[in-house]
């Protein structure tokens, strides 16, 4: 399957005069003009990769060896990594992706794959054992799904199965950790593009709260002003028998999840933006 060309001019792709970063155009799927998931290649040679003319792997496969400005030992490590991440993409094989790229350059990937992108968010009862996780909230951009200890939690393997990216907020110090812990059986391969550091790269700081607020992202008068911290109380008031604070914790825990993806929207953009011309 063909996927879109990269910096292209909307005619002909622009070969042969070395260009400014500032010249680029924002890619459509970013993932198919990176470079440093190759050994001895970092963002200042695939920097100059671009400028040269390399908008792309097909790009930079068709053209003459000597036109790229690498030393033979760097073309000689980085020309079949190319080659098999062109095969590897066809196959739509993130896991091989998920290993060789920076994990803080993950979020390259999310256009190749966002037919298979999984917003995820978890809620506890405050304690960080196996048993304390109460719900979790997956949301592939269409469908959310949510899981209820005591209901059916033990389907959160099947729901993340089929995801190539997942998204989180802290979930590399929070939310995978736990879902480890809690299904020991459960692979987790996936690309993972945690948006606390993607934004933080942005210069926001704070909570999911703070930096939906500071983007003008607004919640419903029944989730507005709730914090973790409620949601514990409020599974503490479900088991207690109050079944609307279940029903308000899940529109907490579907507001965290679906306001993700705005995140990562934006974030994605602007990232981008920034890696092309250095820009905010």
């Not at 951009?141 to 899981?147: N, P």
């Amino acid at each position: 399957m063909r996927r879109p060309v990269l910096f292209t001019n909307g005619r002909a792709k622009v070969r042969h005069e070395p260009r400014k970063v500032g010249d680029l155009n924002p890619p459509a799927s970013l993932l198919e003009a990176t470079f440093l998931h190759a050994q001895g290649i970092g963002q200042t040679t695939e920097r100059r990769l671009w400028e040269a003319g390399a908008e792309d792997w097909e790009t930079f496969l068709n053209e003459s060896r000597g036109r790229w400005p690498l030393t033979a030992s760097q073309r000689g490590l980085l020309t079949p990594v190319i080659e098999e991440s062109v095969a590897r993409l066809e196959e739509e094989d993130f896991a091989w992706f998920a290993e060789r790229l920076p994990q803080s350059e993950h979020w390259r990937a999310v256009p190749a794959f966002g037919h298979r992108l999984a917003f995820v968010d978890i809620e506890t009862n405050g304690g960080m054992r196996p048993e304390d996780l109460t719900v979790v909230g997956v949301f592939d951009g269409y469908k959310m799904r949510q899981f209820v200890r005591g209901v059916d939690l033990d389907r959160v393997p099947e729901a993340l199965e089929d995801a190539a990216v997942l998204v989180t907020f802290f979930g590399t110090g929070f939310d995978l950790p736990f879902l480890r812990r809690a299904f020991p059986h459960m692979p987790l391969p996936q690309l993972h593009v945690d948006l606390c550091y993607m934004l933080r790269k942005l210069g926001y700081r704070g909570g999911l709260k703070s930096i939906e607020n500071q983007m003008g992202i607004h919640r419903s008068n029944a989730t507005t002003g709730l914090s973790g911290w409620d949601a514990v109380r409020l599974w503490q008031e479900y088991l207690h028998g109050r079944d609307a604070s279940l029903e308000t914790l899940l529109a907490y825990n579907a507001e965290d999840v679906r306001n993700m993806s705005d995140l990562l929207s934006e974030g994605y953009r602007r990232r981008t933006r920034q890696l092309l011309h250095g820009e905010d």
